[in-house]
């Protein structure tokens, strides 16, 4: 069956766009997608994608999947399909930690981040710069990815201010957050206009972060680099699976709808990236 193993550092997630895996959840068992979550996960894809400006977006972790599966939904098959990438990762631990305590996990962790291009040197070489993409509230993990990120370019040699310029930071973060207040050492390392917040609903962000059943188990330290059996297709699993591809054809249904909102919101005809990839025909 085909599995969204689609690098080979990559850890395991059911690829939810695959029509095998379609056939293994059951014709006619197609999950329904609640009205409130279709416009909660619309509207959250239409605020990631402005923030996010002409950059590849590559969604952290997983508690922002179903907008990730609704994103890629919706650009399938156009010209812009490979711009939307998930990076699975719990990163409880910085640079420093990693080095003295775990250095297997650190060579991994460079393997992994190298096949989805965002070492340092890759992100420099990269035509377009990168959106990374989570929810938010104290920082903690963006915080520690900058820290491996600069810890990999002083390794190789290359300049911190050519990888800034490369790297944005899309924070999804409940709407009664203060961001003057809570705002990270981190974002100081980076231009103000790099660090982007998009605010969501309280309630729908606790949903996403800490509520939602995810497709996968989260990926920690002690998971990386080591084969995991694959969990079988049933029970709470074979739901959860259903609702994410669920979301996934949502996405295919909506991706002009998607692209009008995007146009209508920046006040001008469809010239942004991607407002005209989801106006235009689907690529076939």
Known sequence: MARSMDRAAAPF??????????????????ASVPRVHRRDVFSCAVDILRASGDSDLVFVGRSLESVYDF??????????ADRVRLLQLSLGDDAS?????????????????GSLELTPARLVDRPRPVALVDVVYSGGTFGR?????????????????????????TCV???????????????????????????????????????????TRSYTIDDWGVERPVEPLDGKLLETLRRARAIYRLGECW???????IAALDGR???????????ARVET
């Open 145 to 169: 990815l900058v820290s491996l990120l600069e810890h990999f370019a002083k390794e190789d040699g290359v300049a911190w201010e050519a990888v800034s310029e490369r790297v944005r930071w």
């Open 269 to 279: 005809a469809p010239s942004g990236p991607w407002a005209r990839a989801l106006g």
């Open 13 to 30: 997630r059911w690829d939810v766009a695959s029509p095998e895996l379609a056939r293994a959840l059951g014709r006619g068992l197609r």
């Open 71 to 80: 994103a890629r939904g919706a650009l399938a098959r156009t010209r812009l």
């Open 97 to 113: 930690s990693l080095r003295h305590e775990n250095p297997r996990a650190l060579a991994f962790l460079r393997a992994y981040l």
């Open 173 to 215: 973060v409940p709407d009664e957050y203060g961001w003057e207040q809570h705002e990270s050492p981190w974002t100081r390392r980076f231009a103000a206009d790099h660090v982007r917040r998009v605010p969501i609903a309280s309630e729908l962000w606790v949903l996403l972060a800490e509520n939602q059943p995810k497709t």
């Open 255 to 261: 991706r002009r709808r998607l692209g009008e909102r």
